[in-house]
């Protein structure tokens, strides 16, 4: 059997969904449809304190690309990829290997390419997801005091 890297990125949600493996394909993974885009991603490197997490993505420079990737640089967009080991022959098979969720934190383009920064999302220092506040809508009841008590 033979293997294969590819990528699927969601931007801003899920407005925006790329793969760039199965030319002029359109993939269903985890019930979103991932269209066809030539991008690349490469850069990742983690370390345990979680710093050092940037990466980029690039794309080919043409209207359509300047277009989003303008608005993504400027709202900061979060972005989702994830790195998908796929069999060439079958296009449903897909065994993700890694997943890296990050914000863009800027971009530049030229003739050729557009490509943007992406950081991480989550902060080494203070280790907690910028502009994310914890509540009862996201985890529940929380405690009131520090007497908390495992039973």
């Not at 199965?22 to 979103?32: D, L, M, P």
């Amino acid at each position: 059997m033979e293997i294969a890297v590819g990528n699927f990125l969601l931007l801003n949600g899920t407005q925006y969904k790329f793969q760039n493996f199965f030319i002029n394909e359109t993939i269903t993974y985890s019930g979103n449809d991932y269209t066809f885009a030539p991008f690349g991603f490469s850069g990742v490197s983690v370390n345990r304190n979680g710093d050092g997490t940037e990466c980029s993505i690039v794309f080919p420079n043409n209207s359509l690309t300047r277009n989003w990737a303008d608005e993504a640089i400027k709202n900061k967009w979060l972005c989702n990829i994830k790195v998908m080991i796929l069999d060439p022959t079958d296009n449903t098979s897909f065994n993700p290997m890694h997943t890296y969720h990050g914000r863009i934190m800027g971009g530049q383009w030229n003739e050729i390419s557009v490509t943007l920064s992406v950081g991480t999302i989550l902060d080494s220092v203070g280790s907690d997801i910028p502009q994310r506040r914890l509540d009862k809508s996201l985890v529940g009841d929380l405690p009131t005091s520090s007497g908390v008590r495992l039973q």
